[in-house]
C-alpha cells in the first residue's frame, strides 16, 4: 500500500475510541508546512480558510483559484492533503476528479447543499456513485451532511437526525468513503456513527486533544475544524498588529 490515496484510507480505519484521525486545516503553504511539522499524518484543506486567505467571501473562491491553492499546499509537504471542494463547482465527476487528481489531492470534501439549500439525497447520492466510479480508489470521498445547517426550519433534533442518518446511508451506499454531519450535535454522533459502516467525521474545536478525545469517544473516527485555525491565526495578527500599534 504505497499510493497516497490508499495510505490516507487506511488512516481512517481500525482506530481505538478515543483516538480519532484528526486533520488540521491549512490554508496556505506556510500553514501546511507548520502542521506538518508538528507530526500530523494528514492534511484537510478548509475552503472557507482558503477563502478568506485569498480576498473572498466563504463560497465565492473561483474553482480554478481554489484548485491552484490546494496544489500549492499539496506540493509543499509530503503528507496527504484532502480538498475542500464545496458542492463541486458546477464540475462533472469526470473533470472534478481530474482536476483534484491533478491538484495533488487524494481526498476530498463535497457537500449536499448548493447556495444554502439542500439538493435531493437521491441526487446527491447518484453524484456522489458517479464521482467514486470516475475516481475508482484514487480519492477518499468524503460526503459532508448539511442537514444541521441548511436543514429544514422548525424540524425538531429527531427529525434533523432522521434525515441526517438517512442521507448518510445513502452516500455510504453511493460509495462515500466517510460520512460528515457538520454541527451535528456531540449527543447524536453515537447514533450516527452507528448508523453507518464508514467513518464519521465531526467537527471539532481546536481546543487541545481533551477535545478530540471526547469526540472520538462518542464516536467520530475523523476530526476536521473548517475555517477555525485560519480564524485563530488571523486573531493572533491582530494582538500582534495590535501590540506594534502601542495599543
Not at 73 to 81: E, G, L, M, N
Amino acid at each position: 500500500m504505497t499510493d497516497p490515496a490508499s495510505v490516507f484510507r487506511a488512516l481512517h480505519h481500525g482506530r481505538r475510541p478515543g483516538v480519532p484521525l484528526v486533520l488540521p486545516g491549512p490554508w496556505d503553504v506556510p500553514s501546511a508546512q507548520a502542521f506538518e511539522e508538528a507530526g500530523f499524518p494528514a492534511l484537510a484543506t478548509p475552503s472557507a480558510g482558503v477563502a478568506a486567505s485569498l480576498g473572498y467571501a466563504d463560497g465565492q473562491t473561483p474553482a480554478a483559484v481554489m484548485f491552484a491553492a490546494v496544489a500549492r499546499i499539496a506540493r509543499a509537504v509530503s503528507v496527504p492533503v484532502s480538498a475542500d471542494i464545496e458542492a463541486g463547482y458546477g464540475l462533472a465527476p469526470d473533470e472534478l476528479v481530474g482536476r483534484l487528481l491533478e491538484a495533488g489531492a487524494v481526498g476530498c470534501n463535497l457537500e449536499d447543499s448548493v447556495d444554502g439549500v439542500l439538493v435531493d439525497p437521491r441526487e446527491q447520492a447518484d453524484r456522489l456513485a458517479r464521482v467514486r466510479a470516475a475516481a475508482g480508489g484514487g480519492l477518499f470521498v468524503n460526503a459532508r451532511i448539511d442537514t444541521y445547517v441548511h436543514g429544514t426550519p422548525g424540524a425538531t433534533d429527531a427529525e434533523a437526525e432522521a434525515d441526517t442518518i438517512a442521507r448518510a446511508r445513502l452516500y455510504a451506499e453511493a460509495g462515500a468513503d466517510c460520512v460528515y454531519p457538520i454541527m451535528a450535535p456531540a449527543d447524536s454522533l453515537p447514533r450516527l456513527a452507528a448508523a453507518v459502516t464508514v467513518p464519521l467525521n465531526a467537527l471539532g474545536t481546536p481546543d487541545g486533544p481533551s477535545a478530540t478525545r471526547r469526540l472520538g469517544e462518542l464516536g467520530a473516527a475523523r476530526i476536521t475544524f473548517g475555517p477555525q485555525l485560519q480564524r485563530r491565526a488571523v486573531e493572533a495578527v491582530r494582538g500582534l498588529a495590535d501590540r506594534l500599534a502601542g495599543r
